[in-house]
Structures are given as structure tokens and as C-alpha cells.
């Protein structure tokens, strides 16, 4: 599969109901790294919670680093009118030619769909950006968000077969970060739509943090099934909203070439 036509395939690793991992503990595995208190590890270490108001979000990032993992978080987001709010998760090295896997959740008006935006740096080049909208509600309960990264391909969104002319992030080891923030310049309705500080403090809640770095733990997961892809098509057609890889006016010199 050409990774410009399948960088979605985390929706299939996003779980509709509660999916029970073996988790670590949030002491262990996490630092709080700015909030002033905002970050709070709760329940003995099985949860944390980010929380923003009007002078500050919160975030955190794991103790370790990882160089090929597979990693699985569930998280529920900010409910009600989370317009203006960003939950970003994701893996980053460090540096101007840094790598990096995203996970965004830009929030909407209450009644509205969040929006997925994901993004893949290699050597501090990004632009490969994706945008779905949700098609079940990922404030009401957790669900997990997962992102296998093996020295062929990431299934954060699967990007296929290594297109050995693209960058792609083999070489730095990431750690895992988190936060929430305001973003109401541009996150809902491209900035039209601010954030509601009336409904301040907003929250989002992470459990079940589990990091697998043994090669034996995810072997033989890399192939999408014909039910995997069947569901793959599915939401491309019917909850993708933005793919670069169609993006003509971004591109006038042609498209990327991962995406031919």
C-alpha cells in the first residue's frame, strides 16, 4: 500500500468501545513538564489528566525513548464546547532536523465532530498532513490511540512501503508527549470559532499507557487484512476531509512523490 494513499490507518487502531491493556504506571513512565499544577497523575498512577484555563495548558512526556515501538494510549477528550482547544500526542526527537509522528485532536462546538489531524517529520521536513472527522464521540469514554512504528513502516497511519527517495523517521530515537492547549487562532474553523473560557477549565483524561519496544511483540502486524483495508476505504471515503496527497494548489511543482 503507498503510504500517500493509506496515512489513515490509525483510525483503524482507534478503538469504538473500552479495550482492556496491561498498562504501566503513569509515576513510572511520565514527567509533568509545564502546566504549574495543571498535569495531575491520579488513581495510584493508572491516570493522568491535562487541564487547561485562560493562563495555561499542561503537558507531559515519557522518561524514555523509543526507537521503534508500538505504543498505545486511551484517552478521552475535552468534552462539551471544546472549540479553540488542541490535544496533541505524539512522538518527537529533539532538534531542527527532528522526527515526529502527530496525533491532533482539534476541538469543535459541542454537538460537532472533533477533527484528527495527523503529520509525519523526517529530518524536520513535515507537510503530510491528514485531517478526519470522528464519527463517534471520543469524549464519553476512553479510547485507545495506538502508533506502531518498525523500521518499514509506521501504522500511525500505515505509510506502506518505504519509498527509499523519501525521508522517513528510521534514526533518532522519540519520546512520547502530550498536551492541551489553546490554539483558537486557527484550531476551529480556521480561528473563526475562540475558545469559551466560560467553560473553563477543560480536561482531558489519559489511562493505560503501554510502550512495547521488542520486535517479537509486534511481528507480523505491518499487513493490513482485507477486512482492515475494507475499513481503510471506508473512512477515507466517508470521514476524510484534507489529504496533501490531493492538494494541487499546495503543490503547483507536482505532488510529493510518495503520493504518486
Not at 488513581?43 to 499542561?58: I, V
Amino acid at each position: 500500500m503507498e503510504m500517500g494513499k493509506s496515512l489513515l490507518f490509525l483510525l483503524l487502531l482507534i478503538s469504538l468501545s473500552l479495550v482492556v491493556i496491561v498498562s504501566a504506571n503513569f509515576y513510572n513512565d511520565v514527567d509533568i513538564t509545564w502546566g504549574d499544577g495543571r498535569g495531575k497523575i491520579l488513581e495510584n498512577g493508572q491516570q493522568l489528566q491535562l487541564t487547561l484555563d485562560h493562563t495555561s495548558g499542561s503537558g507531559f512526556q515519557s522518561k524514555n525513548e523509543y526507537l521503534f515501538a508500538k505504543i498505545d494510549m486511551q484517552i478521552k477528550l475535552v468534552p462539551g464546547n471544546s472549540a479553540g482547544t488542541v490535544t496533541a500526542y505524539y512522538l518527537s526527537s529533539q532538534g531542527p532536523k527532528h522526527d515526529e509522528i502527530d496525533y491532533e485532536f482539534l476541538g469543535n462546538l459541542s454537538g460537532d465532530p472533533y477533527i484528527m489531524h495527523t503529520n509525519v517529520f523526517a529530518q524536520g521536513l513535515g507537510n503530510r498532513e491528514q485531517q478526519f472527522y470522528l464519527w463517534f464521540d471520543p469524549t464519553l469514554d476512553f479510547h485507545t490511540y495506538s502508533v506502531l512504528w518498525t523500521p518499514n513502516q509506521i501504522t500511525e497511519t500505515e505509510l506502506g512501503k518505504v519509498d527509499s527517495n523519501y525521508h522517513y523517521p528510521k534514526s533518532q530515537a522519540m519520546r512520547i508527549y502530550s498536551s492541551l492547549w489553546n490554539a483558537d487562532d486557527w484550531a476551529t474553523r480556521g480561528g473563526l470559532v475562540k475558545t469559551d473560557w466560560s467553560k473553563a477549565p477543560f480536561v482531558a483524561s489519559f489511562t493505560n499507557f503501554n510502550a512495547a519496544t521488542s520486535s517479537s511483540n509486534f511481528a507480523g502486524e505491518e499487513a493490513l487484512d482485507s477486512n482492515e483495508e475494507q475499513k481503510l476505504q471506508w473512512a477515507r471515503k466517508n470521514y476524510m476531509i484534507y489529504d496533501y496527497c490531493s492538494d494541487t494548489k499546495r503543490f503547483p511543482q507536482g505532488l510529493p512523490a510518495e503520493c504518486k
